[in-house]
Structures are given as C-alpha cells and as structure tokens.
C-alpha cells in the first residue's frame, strides 16, 4: 500500500469524525472546560492562599 492511499484512508477518516457532531461537541466541552478550569482555578487559589490561609 502506498502512501498516497494511505493518505486519503486518514483524511476519509477525518472527515467522518468531523461530520459526527457529537465527536465535535465532545472536543469543544474538553477544551473549553480546560480553559475555563485554569481561569477559575487560578483567582480562587489565590483568594484561598490570601484570605483563608494567611489569617
């Protein structure tokens, strides 16, 4: 098998996953979850860190 048929099974592959909404959704919540666990995280450890522990 030759790269180029290989190439095309990726990128049918790809598309597939693509087209499955779900699998989309799936990857946005991840990543926006991510993203808004570090924007979160961060303040409230420092409000933690400041007010309840240095008391």
Sequence with gaps: MNITV?????KN?????ISNKEYVQ????EIFGDIF???FGI??????????LLR
């Design 6 to 10: 290989l190439k095309e099974k990726i």
């Design 13 to 17: 592959k790809i598309k597939e996953k």
């Design 26 to 29: 799936d990857i946005l919540v």
């Design 37 to 39: 666990m570090i924007a």
């Design 43 to 52: 303040p409230l450890f420092w409000f933690f860190r400041e007010f309840i």
